[in-house]
């Protein structure tokens, strides 16, 4: 059996190596120059290649259509991933949150484990190619996949497996090409929108001012306003940015915000708001104790000299202003309504969400091809005998983690495997 695998990136490569590792005669496309462009830029080049959680666990991590991913998690699990990287003499580490790394702290080491096995199997590589069209027949009411058109030229296949990613960060190949193709063979795809993303705040001048600040143990809330609703909560890191903010918990945030419902019309008028607590290792009640005790040290200085010890240097003016405490009113002369306030403040810094940032500035894509339309336990189209579907092309997409690369390995062996 031939099969043709279309885009270079992990759910591809897995794919590849799957069917080839049973016998068949693999051939895969890829139409930049190399592969596994994304993948070297995951986990800031570090590459977070799982999580250490148990399967069970990382569906509750796929926001976007976990449950299908059912099947495919136990084919391949975060354990199969970790034991083919050792077979291919790379080990891994586990860090913060559960995050496994390559020893090396080089995505690169984890690409050339993937590319040494498709070496070893003499998978054929065709690179800097894009696949014009699939070309199928009709046998009685059946559509099945006979080939590829590449350059003009036909490839027949028994299999086709569309592995070409979403479309976010198009500089790695990233353009939607699969979306099109299925498209053109009677598959829905559903909503594309950036998941995964920075978001813009409202009080952009705030976040100017902020801008590079990076908090590592904070608690964020996205709440709305309109109907007093929790959206979702998180504890980690977090960063201001120009436009607003970022990093890991923002992150995983957005990729439950791109689902809430009337969420375009609910931004529009600023009803989405982001709630920080920057102490959220202590009560209100215990922080406001430990502001006594700091002040008690320095009651004679002014209040805009008096938070050093307690936040970081750029929050400070920011707190000051919003605390609306006189920057220049003497400690001992601070009321302790003044003082609840201020707690209140640092447990409860509220911004305002405007929009999210641009697809080519998400990590992954939410929307894709309808699971509908998939089989979950092959990865086969419902609609296409003999084509199949894997990694971000599908409308499923998880948070930070790990998780969207597990998601890759899963679906890429599925369909591999089929």
Known sequence: MK???????????????????????????????????????????????????SMEDFIKNVPGNGKFLFSAFKNYTNKDIISFLKRQGLDVKEERGNRIFPITDKSQDVLNCFIKRLEQLNVKIIYNSRVDEIITEKEEDIIKVIGVKVNNKIINANKIIIATGGKSYPLTGSTGDGYEIAKKLGHTITKIKPSLVPLEIVEKNQCIELQG?????????????????SIYNDFGEMLFTHFGVSGPIILSSSAHLVRYKDIENKLLNKKIKLKIDFKPALSEEKLEQRILRDFEEIKNKQYKNSLNKLLPQKLINIIIEKSNINADKKINEITKEERKRLVKILKNFELTIKS???????????????????NPKTMESKKVK?????????????????????????????AGMS
Do not use: H, W
């Open 386 to 414: 003999g084509l199949y579907f894997a990694g971000e092309v599908i409308d499923v997409d998880a948070y930070t983690g790990g998780f969207n690369l597990q998601i890759a390995y899963s679906t890429g062996y599925t």
């Open 3 to 53: 099969v043709v695998v279309i885009g270079g990136g992990p759910a591809g490569m897995m794919a590849a190596i799957t069917a080839a590792e049973r016998g068949q005669k693999v051939i895969l496309i890829e139409k930049m120059k190399t592969l596994g462009r994304k993948l070297l830029i995951t986990g800031k080049g570090r590459c977070n290649i799982t999580s250490s959680l």
């Open 356 to 374: 999210f940032r641009t697809i080519d500035e998400a990590i992954i894509t939410s929307g894709g091809i309808d699971i509908k339309e998939l």
């Open 213 to 229: 600040l990076s908090l590592k143990n904070v608690e964020i809330k996205l709440t709305d306003s309109e109907s007093n609703k």
